[in-house]
């Protein structure tokens, strides 16, 4: 959890549509757009440098000094390229410090497991983020999740996972899977297969052509 807040500046974008943002994007800026409390949406031009560079240490919390007005707001969703892996967009809404919101969260497991000693046993993770409830000065970057006392069978549910601080709510579905051991199913050795119904079959072709000489 950030106990700072990282301040962006930005500008306002008066021109908006997919050929105005890549003129943004092409000078080295990122197209986003901030909206909630009840005020107007507003398009601004971040640089993109230096945002994103905040935004892959996971922040999402930011004091946004738009020519001259300040307003915190929490990042609510990004925008990729058609490859999905560079950033072309953001979206933020207002928020205020002292208010609780609902993020998704991601799940960092560590520890070495006990049940993976087991040779066949893998482990599965259905789900690696949870939502909950918090204030916005709380934001967590990630959870740590301790696998290491996890047997084969054994499954781990969402309101398993110890959170950081009492304040903290979950709204994910409390038995929403979010680790389990499993046996890794054995399957038939597809060489074997292959062998016998070779070996059945070929006498009958061997008869076949046998009887159309006689």
Do not use: C
């Amino acid at each position: 959890m950030s106990n700072t807040t990282t301040q962006l500046s930005a500008k306002k974008r008066e021109r908006t549509g997919s050929r105005y943002s890549q003129r943004v994007r092409n000078a080295g800026g990122l197209p986003a757009v901030v909206y909630g409390h009840k005020e107007e949406p507003v398009s601004i031009t971040l640089d993109a440098h230096q945002t994103i560079m905040h935004l892959s240490k996971g922040e999402k919390v930011f004091e946004l000094d738009i020519e001259g007005a300040k307003q915190h707001v929490l990042l609510k969703d990004l925008g990729y390229d058609y490859l999905g892996t560079n950033i072309i967009h953001a979206d933020f809404a207002r928020v205020d410090l002292n208010e609780r919101v609902d993020v998704n969260v991601h799940l960092r497991f560590v520890g070495d497991a006990e049940g993976l000693k087991t040779s066949g046993a893998i482990m599965m993770h259905p789900h690696t983020e949870i939502e909950l409830n918090v204030l916005v000065t709380n934001l967590p970057d990630h959870i740590d999740v301790d696998v290491s006392g996890m047997k084969v069978g054994d499954v781990m549910h969402a309101s398993d996972v110890k959170l950081p601080l009492d304040t903290m709510k979950l709204v994910t579905d409390e038995d929403t899977i979010v680790a389990q051991i499993v046996m890794k199913a054995v399957q038939e050795d597809e060489g074997e297969a292959g062998e016998v119904g070779a070996e059945g079959a070929s006498p009958e072709v061997i008869k076949e052509k046998k009887e159309n000489a006689e």
